[in-house]
Every structure is written in C-alpha cells, then in structure tokens.
C-alpha cells in the first residue's frame, strides 16, 4: 500500500492559503516520489480569508474591512508572482507614483492636515510640524554614535537618531498606520529591520539609505521576474489592489486548491496538537479537530495567531506556550462610509493622527481616490475608511466585547466633519470590530522568536510558524513568509 505523506494547515487567512498553494504546487513538482502527499487546511470560521475581507455594496462598489493595497517592490514581488500564477494579472489596479493616492499622505496634527514631504524639495524646507529642517536633522543622524542596545522601542530610536518631533509625529503616525499601536510599545528591531540594520551595519540611516549596500539591493531577487513584475516595475507603482476588493486574491487561492486536491475544511478549529515519536523514531503531530477528527500530520503550518496556537497546545511544554502567549495584539474597529458624489476637497491616500492628538480616530483613508475603479458604476461616490482603537481602543471606547456599533459610526461621522468639513448624507456605512487582529511586536520580539525556532529544531518537532503574529504583519510578509517555510518544508523531504 501506498504510504500517506500528511500535511495540515491552520488558519485560511492568506499566510494558511498562500501556503497550502505553495506546498500543493511543489509537491506536485516533485519528482520521484514513493508516498502519496495530502494537504489539509483547516479553518475555524466558515469563510476564508481571514482579515482579507471585501463587500461589494447593491450600487457597486466595495468596502474593505481589512487590508486595502500593498507595495509591488521588495518581499511584495512575492505577492505578484503569486498573483500573476494565479491568473489575475488583469484584474490588478495600480497606483502610479503620479497618482495623488501616491503623491499626497496627510497627517492630521493641531486641527489642520499636513502634506507629507514627498519629495526633495520638501526636506529643505521648514515644515510646521518639526523645530528645524528635515534636511538639518538627517545630516546630524550621520554623525549620531551607534547604539549597543539589541533592541528598544521604535520611538526611543527615532528619538535618539532623528529627533523627538519626527518620534512624535511622523513615526508615531506611521506606525499607527501599519500597526495601529503606540510607537512606544513596539519593537524597532522587529517591526522596521531595516532601520535596526542599518544603524548596525552601516552607522547611520541616511547613509544606507543613501548607497544600500549589495546585500539589500540583492534580498528581494530569489524571486524570478515576470510580466507583472516587470510592469510594476516600468510603470513605477507605489501600491496595488484588486478589482471587486482584494477578498479576490484568498477566493482565487481557494478555489484553485479545491481544483487542485487540496481539502480546505472551513467551520472547523484546530482544537489541539499532541506531538509524539513513532516506532521509527519520527515525530508526527496529532491533530483533533472541532468536528471530532484527528490527523496524523507528518508536518503543521501553523497560520493562525500566536493565542490560538497557545491554547491548541494546551498539553505542550509551558515554555513554549508561555513564549507564545507573551505576544500581544490589537483591537481595531473599522468603519466605511460611502457619500453620493467626488465631495474631497483634498485628494490623496488619507491620513493619519499621531497619538498625541486629541482625537478617536487613528486615521482615514481615501478608498475612493485611490483605488476609483472599486467605485460605483453608475455614478460616482466617495468611500472613506476611518480606523480606530488600536492601543488607545479600551481608552476611547471601554471594552472591546461591549462597544456599541452605533457609537462608533457616530464617532467616525463627528471626526469626518471637523477634520474634513464633510456634512453630507451618507449613503452606505458598515461598522467591523476586529479583535486581537494587528500583533504588537514589542521590544525583545526577536529574542522570543529565537526561543520559539529553537525549541521546535531541539524537540525535533514538525511545525512550522507562519501567519502575522512572527515576522511581518503585512500581507506581502505573510505571503513571502509562507513560501520560504514551505521551499525549507520541501528541501528537508
Ligand atoms: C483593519 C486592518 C487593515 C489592514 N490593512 C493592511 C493593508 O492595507 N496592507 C497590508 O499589507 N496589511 C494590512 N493589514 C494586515 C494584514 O491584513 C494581516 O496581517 C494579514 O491579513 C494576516 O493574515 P494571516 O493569514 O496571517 O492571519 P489571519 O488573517 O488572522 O488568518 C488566520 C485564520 O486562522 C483562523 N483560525 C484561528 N484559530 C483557528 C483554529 N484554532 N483552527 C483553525 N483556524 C483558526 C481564523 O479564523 C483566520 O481565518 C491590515 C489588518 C487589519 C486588521
């Protein structure tokens, strides 16, 4: 009888099924093979997708609940290649460098929005929100000495590189952006390694940044280029999405696994993992499931969050767990407001609030403007997303489980008029509370993952971690993330 190669998949969020794909196509691309390979992904709610989340409204357009756009360059030509293997090269909608979605990226500080500088020009020029000129500050952080610290908060290394306002304003912004937590809180090593590298390797920020070293320039090309790379390319996009929302990339993914054999179980947990050792010395992973199963898995990727995979290894060493379970992540509720006609005065990417402002947004994006062809049909309509909570939710709206939907539309409609003067009737709303869904890498983050990799090569175990809560919290990380766990999965066999 043939022997059953097993492999599970936690989680059908896009780091489970980007790679449930992977390891299905290079499996498929194996040669020689004396045991027949399958591939499991289990996913506790009944859809797929996980934060990728798009509605299209009756008049056409969509709201997105989770993540909009992404990069095209660096890790993300991960996400393209996978995009143009998948056959939605077409329905991609780039932003152009420019585009004003591109160009114009407000900070909301001292009730006025504040232009981003976006180009050279700008950094000689005095700006109101910083004591001196960018281009002053950026020459001292030459001369700045090097840290010996292994790591501290993305605010106290902007601080003592730059200066404390570009720490308050710029990076705090920025980080409530992509993390929608306090700059204070998170780990500069962990969420921005290339500022951590280069302070390292280089001595200073702007130098790296200045003459990237080889090394750098050279880290993103174990992808092969391809058409729609080379476009990105060419045409010199900032950012990307997809027609009809980016909820398309996870719908293609699943249906192409179906198409390929791939058995993705949604409604179904992972309720826990018990790792033992063979007669033949192997350790193999047991895992039950909600529906009263268990699986045999010669391997577990685990996609799921870091708290998830703590209370499914309920019976594992508590170290490990304990090293999980210190990891933390955010609330953040999500509101999308649609209103008749183009009423912006400003046309951009949005906005975002730096913490020390009193205000219960963290920021608002333009959807309409930057991405139009999202837009409806027949007439055209302004979609704007405000994001809140974050590490300020339980502070702004009391707790998470019992805040009031209708409070936060309300919120986000009073915000919307003082910041943009907009009074207009809307059209369509949808409010989301998202729990525990951005991880918070605090400082010390990269110790805990060293921990993590070790224990599982020390106890030989056959897991592998993926998903946001480890390396990377955007979807070009998780993707990239995803492929490289499987190309070690595949080299090991
Ligand atoms: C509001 C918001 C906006 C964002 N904007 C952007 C953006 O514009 N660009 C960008 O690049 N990134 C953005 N992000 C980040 C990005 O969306 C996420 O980091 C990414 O989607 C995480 O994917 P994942 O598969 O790792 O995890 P998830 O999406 O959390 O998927 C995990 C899946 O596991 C399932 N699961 C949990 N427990 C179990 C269990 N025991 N058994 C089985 N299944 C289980 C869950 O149901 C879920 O489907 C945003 C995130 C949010 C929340």
Not at 25 to 33: A, T
Not at 44 to 59: A, D, V
Not at 476 to 485: G, P, T, V
Request: hydrophobic letters at 35%; a neutral charge.
């Amino acid at each position: 009888m043939e022997k059953v190669r097993n492999f599970v998949v936690l989680g059908g969020g896009i780091s489970g099924l980007s790679a449930a794909y992977y390891l299905q196509m290079s499996l498929n691309g194996l040669k020689h093979q004396r045991c027949l390979n399958k591939v499991t992904v289990l996913e506790n709610s009944p859809r797929i997708g996980g934060w990728i989340e798009s509605t299209q409204l009756n008049n056409g357009a969509i709201f997105e609940h989770g993540p909009r756009s992404l990069r095209p360059f660096g890790v993300g030509r991960a996400s393209l290649d996978l995009v143009n293997d998948l056959g939605l090269s077409d329905k991609v909608l780039p932003v152009l460098q420019t585009h004003p979605g591109s160009q114009n990226r407000f900070i909301y500080a001292n009730g006025q929005l504040h232009t981003l500088p976006n180009n050279l020009g700008a950094l000689f020029k005095k700006q109101p929100l910083f004591s001196q000129r960018l281009i002053t500050t950026f020459i001292k952080e030459i001369f700045k000495k090097k840290s010996l610290k292994e790591d501290e908060s993305i605010h106290s290394f902007v601080s003592r590189r730059f200066s404390n306002d570009i720490a308050d304003y710029l990076v705090d912004a920025l980080c409530i952006g992509v993390f929608a937590a306090d700059c204070r809180k998170l780990s500069v090593r962990s969420c921005f390694p290339m500022l951590f590298d280069a302070e390292q390797s280089r001595g200073s920020v702007v130098l790296a940044n200045l003459s990237p070293s080889k090394a750098k320039q050279e880290s993103s090309l174990d992808v092969q280029s391809n058409h729609l790379i080379e476009r990105s390319t060419n045409e010199r996009w900032t950012m990307w999405s997809l027609e009809g929302g980016l909820q398309k990339l996870p719908d293609k993914i699943y249906e192409t696994l179906i198409d390929a054999g791939v058995s993705v179980i949604k409604s179904t947990a992972c309720t826990s993992i018990d790792f033992k050792e063979t007669d033949a010395g192997k350790k193999v992973a047991n895992v039950s499931t909600s529906s009263g199963n268990c699986i045999e898995a010669d391997h577990v990727l685990s996609a799921i969050p870091s708290q998830a995979l703590t209370s499914v290894l309920s019976k594992h060493n508590s170290t490990f767990r304990d090293a999980l379970s210190s990891m933390d992540a955010v609330d953040v509720a999500v509101v999308n407001l649609q209103y008749n006609g183009n009423i912006l005065k400003q046309q951009g990417f949005g906005y975002l609030i730096p913490s020390n402002q009193q205000s219960k947004l963290l920021g608002v994006i333009f959807d309409s403007c930057t991405f139009p062809s999202n837009d409806s049909q027949d007439s055209p309509s302004t979609r704007l997303t405000c994001m809140m909570g974050g590490s300020w939710f339980q502070e702004h709206f009391g707790s998470v489980t019992s805040v009031d939907n209708d409070h936060l539309l309300t919120v986000a409609k009073d915000n919307i008029k003082d910041h943009l003067g907009i009074v207009d009737e809307l059209i369509n709303t949808a409010v989301k509370i998202h729990q525990k869904c951005i991880p918070t890498y605090k400082p010390g983050h990269f110790k805990v993952l060293e921990n993590l990799e070790s224990h599982i090569i020390d106890e030989r175990l056959p897991l592998s971690l993926l998903g946001s809560s480890y390396y990377g919290v955007s979807v070009n990380d998780c993707i990239n993330n995803s492929r490289n766990a499987v190309n070690q999965i595949i080299q090991s066999i």
